[in-house]
């Protein structure tokens, strides 16, 4: 199984980013799946999963500023992050919820203030 988180980068505080975690091995639309981030000197934490109904839950940090979505076709896991804080600084990552998966490399997200 291999997920692979991409789409991150340098972005002004208020912008937006769109996160894509492509999967294999796995259907995601099976299993809740989660994205993660782990700031410098943080523990990874939990920003918002997807249950296989596809409802979705967040954070209190995401709620109103990300979405989590999938697109069944590509197998592929998406997060949508509008709003961006200097906070949201980190290194994102996809697994399932809870983490069963090994962490893939991430893709990191950098506000600038």
């Known amino acids: 199984v291999q997920l692979q988180a991409s789409g991150g980068g340098l972005v002004q505080a208020g912008g937006s980013l769109r996160l894509s975690c492509t999967a294999s091995?796995?259907?995601?639309?099976?299993?809740?799946m989660g994205w993660y981030r782990q700031a410098p000197g943080k523990q990874r934490e939990l920003v918002a999963r997807?249950?296989?109904?596809?409802?979705?839950v967040y954070d209190n940090s995401a709620k109103g500023r990300f979405s989590i979505f999938r697109d069944i076709a590509k197998n592929t896991l998406y997060l949508q992050m509008n709003s961006l804080k200097a906070e949201d600084t980190a290194v994102y990552y996809c697994?399932?919820?809870?983490?069963?998966?090994?962490w893939g490399q991430g893709t990191l997200v950098t506000v600038s203030s």
């Open positions: 697994n399932q919820s809870p983490a069963k998966l090994n």
């Open positions: 091995g796995i259907i995601v639309s099976n299993y809740v």
């Open positions: 997807i249950f296989s109904s596809g409802t979705a």
